[in-house]
């Protein structure tokens, strides 16, 4: 055996003892455990659970009183316009009418713009506090089912609006969920089995 042969068996050892050496680490090391992930619809959550539901029919309720209050109002102011059409402009009579109609109207405005305002303002304070109970039962279904993480996967509903659209695209995130744990039938029936406050529109 010539000196050249002799270099390469040698150099072939080494690299078939290091290639052994390499993947017996490889075997010694654990497999990274994957990580266990759950998802919610939190739109789901929300009409699905009774109190929501109850929420918007005392909502729709109240707000067709408010409508019914509205329409009287209007009434009346017509019944004003009508009565002073019926009078000679500039005469006191006439003037005393117009006051009158004018008062109506601005009240009537105002009427309207504060319902709007009022129903803004519950809607927001009504739907801030039940994410926030949204999230914490999510936290706790988590802990209970060992999951690492949850993610917000609502379907968007078509058809949609250009714009809608476009919101879509920028926050539907979580395109396909297979194997992943659905917590929002869960959530639903934590938040129908809850005790929370009555809902502020039937207050």
């Known amino acids: 055996m010539n000196g050249k042969t002799i270099v390469t068996a040698l150099v072939v050892c ?19 455990p994957s990580s ?8 789901g959550a929300f009409n699905g659970c009774k109190k929501h539901q109850q929420y918007r ?5 109240r707000q067709s009183q408010a409508r019914a209050q509205i329409d009287v109002l209007t009434k009346e102011i ?32 105002s009427q309207q713009e ?9 809607d927001k304070k009504w739907m801030e506090d039940l994410y926030q109970e949204v999230l914490k039962i999510v936290n706790d279904l988590a802990k ?28 539907h995130k979580v395109l396909y969920d297979g194997g992943c744990v659905n917590l929002t039938n869960d959530a639903i029936a934590r938040l129908d089995a809850s005790e929370g406050a009555k809902p502020a529109a039937d207050q």
């Open 14 to 32: 080494a690299v078939a003892l290091l290639a052994t050496r390499q993947y017996g680490r490889a075997e010694s090391q654990p497999a990274t």
């Open 57 to 61: 029919a005392a909502a729709l309720k």
């Open 78 to 109: 017509e019944t004003e316009e009508a009565e002073l059409k019926t009078l000679k402009q500039g005469t006191p009579d006439y003037m005393k009418q117009l006051q009158a109609m004018l008062e109506k109207r601005a009240r009537l405005d």
């Open 114 to 122: 504060y319902l709007k305002q009022q129903r803004v303002l519950e």
């Open 144 to 171: 209970e089912k060992g999951l690492d993480i949850v993610l917000e996967r609502t379907e968007p509903e078509f058809p949609i609006s250009s714009d809608e659209l476009m919101l879509t695209v920028s926050t």
């Open 36 to 43: 266990k992930i759950g998802i919610i619809s939190v739109r």
